[in-house]
């Protein structure tokens, strides 16, 4: 298994930031497993100063089966910003799903899981204390990964060709910028509007509409992390928005701040540092 896939900052927002105080990590699943499972991630994090550092995360249309002390449960994708707040010490481990990964474990449809979190014990049958007690004792992450592998494994369903399918639907939205339309979604793949739709209320949980709104958003605030303030008229342009108080609108809704709310966060943090 590959430890440490290079990746980009995939909805962590100001990662460079946060990286001085936590460490991420991500690993691929065995051969086996790769078929439903995106990878198996890993934060570790050491805030001993007394402090409380919220880490800010962008939504994401995969399902995350999460081993946290006392707060083990599988979570369909949200649709807004999730906020952890790092102190003291401590270790989270997860498996993320492929987009319609999860599906198949559960045979539910997987829109039931947006913003309602689901017990480990309800698909996989076991105990969430004892899971927990066995994972995040263990020092090394390659052990992590073996008693994941070991939860799903029993539990492996048949390979389900819709899985791909929409994978590569969600790797068309993703990478395709001028792709700003649930009919553009829908017509490439063959599909009706009313047939996209109802492939993802079953299988990803959240409408194809959002989903190409979310990677949008990714991309902007990307954008942002790396170059610093905004021309938004210009960004909403080149992010297929036809008018600029829609993009800020949504930007919004999904990060919480406005573009230069949120890139002025960041100019402001960088001075302090600089002047302590």
Request: proline residues 8%; hydrophobic residues 35%; neutral net charge.
């Amino acid at each position: 298994m590959n430890a440490n896939i290079p990746w980009p900052s995939m909805g962590v927002l100001r990662m460079q930031e946060g990286s001085r105080r936590f460490r991420l990590t991500r690993h691929d699943p065995s051969e086996e497993l790769a078929f439903f499972v995106k990878h198996y991630w890993v934060v570790r994090w050491d805030v001993s100063d007394g402090a409380t550092y919220p880490q800010e995360v962008l939504p994401n249309p995969c399902v995350n089966l999460v081993v946290e002390r006392e707060k083990s449960a599988i979570f369909g994708p949200s649709k807004q910003k999730f906020t952890y707040p790092l102190h003291g010490r401590g270790c989270v481990f997860g498996v993320k799903f492929k987009p319609g990964g999860f599906h198949p474990f559960s045979r539910r449809p997987a829109a039931h899981l947006a913003d309602q979190p689901l017990a480990i014990g309800s698909v996989f049958g076991v105990n969430a204390g004892e899971l927990e007690d066995a994972m995040l004792s263990e020092p090394e992450e390659s052990r992590m990964i073996e008693l994941a592998e070991a939860l799903l494994r029993p539990k492996l369903p048949p390979r389900d060709e819709q899985v791909p399918f929409i994978g590569r639907i969600v790797d068309r939205i993703r990478e395709d910028r001028s792709l700003t339309r649930v009919d553009q979604a829908a017509d490439a793949f063959g599909l009706s509007v009313r047939g996209l739709q109802r492939l993802f209320h079953q299988y990803v949980g959240v409408t194809p509409k959002w989903v190409i709104q979310l990677y949008r958003l990714h991309n902007a605030a990307e954008a942002m992390e790396q170059s610093g303030p905004p021309d938004s008229l210009e960004l909403s342009m080149e992010l297929g928005y036809h008018d600029q108080a829609h993009f800020i609108k949504d930007f919004k809704a999904i990060v919480g701040r406005t573009p230069e709310q949120h890139a002025k966060g960041r100019i402001g943090r960088e001075e302090a540092e600089k002047s302590s």
